[in-house]
């Protein structure tokens, strides 16, 4: 079932253009991560699209893609703020990152940077689908994140972007500025896209004034600088065919101009930075992406899309003297830190045979092959922390649709083998110097999805769907904490990949003024993948049963043709296995689960040129530990955020944001939940931006 974001619905409610297009846009905007041609309404799963304007809107006030995620998909955890994506799930599990269908996400060693490998400014829409799903293969066990990228224009068009980001206090630490250029090109049968962006990001300060902590271990994207060079490059071969070419680099490296002190959970003592160079190199993310795509309208009688791509991604981490990397060999408080490389590269053919002879049936099928090479070294001493393993996997696939008087049935089966290779090993001295021997484990699962999808009336539509998705358990974190000798990789039963079974019911009402929409989802599997933390705070797999279960609402309502009121709401509880017994028993914490939360907004369209949006984020307590756990229980809190678009005639566009307007004073849900004293973060105070956007 579609469910659109709400700023999105009220921008078509508040503009007069979009008002008169909102129920064609509605039923024929298709869901490329669906992998069909689909309408929104009759997809059987719950849908949020976020459009280039609402991304725009949402920057003002958020500093990355995992920010605009936290404030407009409450089912997605709070984000931490830093250059990481480890404990943001959605629906309590792991999404699967895309730009272009492209796999962003790594299944071998999940480095938790899927989320930072392209600039929003190249980015047109994102559309997310909520709940497992195999359509689009390994690692969409909580959902899809697909990045759609900017496309060409008839004729030629410029656009160019700049501005600048500070807090209200450390405003010299703290200013940031942005630039950036992009060319858009469609005449004839060639279409060019070209776009450059560069962001240099100052300090974060808190609600108290205090510079926030730098993130030492996982990285951070304040005190960083980082550029994106996008191109896109079509050529219509005649009316049917079509090749399509796309290349994105992406860099984001810290200054290392401050390092992190203190930190106490249990005092309340938030850990802060100060200035002064960091052991090692600054952190970095350096992504290539690029796919080479083959369309033809008339293959076999069907839609033919054939994909091949190509990544390459490297992110070094920060480091310290901690236990896991010391070696008599190397000496005493040995400084180190982790470098995670991946080379991925696939073919995804897609065929879609649409209402065949005219009936109310349609088929989908293709074929996906993917091939990962990862590893992870110490990168001050090169040595193998994660020794390189390689991982192949092929996946036939098949969807059946039907469609007639307002019913949509949908069922399929996707095939997965997957083959992973190690060879023997070592592991660090800090797990003992242990021999693993090496091995090539395979693995063999049919997934099935069932759906269905009915309109009551021409405002009422209810859903109920069944999917599974198929992930790995992160391999690279199973295999660098061997400390028991004589394994082999090819019987070690933590190897086994995670089944998440996915059930969802919903029921959606569009009125002329009113739009809302209410779903209940479960996920379960039998053989789940918890991480949990060790005195250093690097995680190990736990293989656990584990439940999921919430409730997700929305509603939209027009008070007049200028104003408009929203709320979207998330209910997530989990609970996994703890003592092996089969029956699951003790709650999923902060690192699995987001908490209760709801994101409120009033929108207002006071002039033609004149808009604004205030939106409220309200995180609710959660208290489920006793005793000495305690305080890994979170104290909820809120913030608010206001933007104003000030559209001109001649001199383009300005956006003035604040984060944070009532500059509210918090711990993170991260630091609140998983970190540790020197990771007892703040959240970003009240912080300022002002952005002007030129189009010609």
Known sequence: MFKKSLSLTIAALLSTSAAAQQTDVDETITITASRTTVPQSAIPATVTVIEGDELRQQLSVAESLSDILGNLIPAYSPSRQKLTSSGETLRGREPLYLIDGV?????????????YTIDPFMIQRVEVIHGASAIQGMGASGGIINIVTKSAEEGTNHEVNAGFTAPDSEFSDGLGYQAGYLLRHDRGQWDLVFGAQYRDTGMYVDGEGQLIGVDTAQGDTMDSKSYDLFTKVGYDIDTQQRLEFMLNRFDMS???????????????????????????????????????TYSNSNFLMADLNWQLFLQDFSALYGGGTYATFQDPAYGDELFDQSRNDSRKYGSRVTLNWNNIQQSPISVSAGLDFLNDKTFQELAQTGRKWVPETEFQNWAPYAQLRYQANGLTLSGGLRYEYGKLKANDFTTLASYGSVFVEGGEPSFNELLTNVGAVYALTDQWRVFASYSEGFSMPDVGRVLRGISTPDLSVSNFLDLQPVIADNEEVGLEYRGDALTASISYFRSGSDLGARLQADADGFYSVQREKTDIDGIEFSATYALSTNTAIGLNYADTNGKYDSNDDGSVDTKLGGRNIAPKRANLFWSQQWTDLVSSRVQLNKLFD?????????????????????????????????????????DEYYFTYYAQTVGGDNRNFTGRGRTMSLTWNYQW
């Open 254 to 292: 810290g200054n290392g101009d401050y390092y992190s002190v203190g930190g106490d959970r249990a005092a309340g003592e938030p850990t802060l930075s100060v200035k002064g160079a960091y052991p090692g190199d600054a952190p970095e993310n350096e992504v290539t992406t690029s796919s080479l």
């Open 622 to 662: 959660r208290n489920i530990y006793t005793g000495a756990e305690a305080i890994n229980n979170f104290d909820g809190y809120h913030t608010v955020d206001a933007t104003f678009l000030i559209e001109t005639r001649d001199m383009g566009q300005f956006s003035v944001g604040i984060e944070n307007l009532l």
């Open 103 to 115: 796999p962003q996400s790594n299944p071998l060693r999940n480095g938790a940077r899927a989320a």
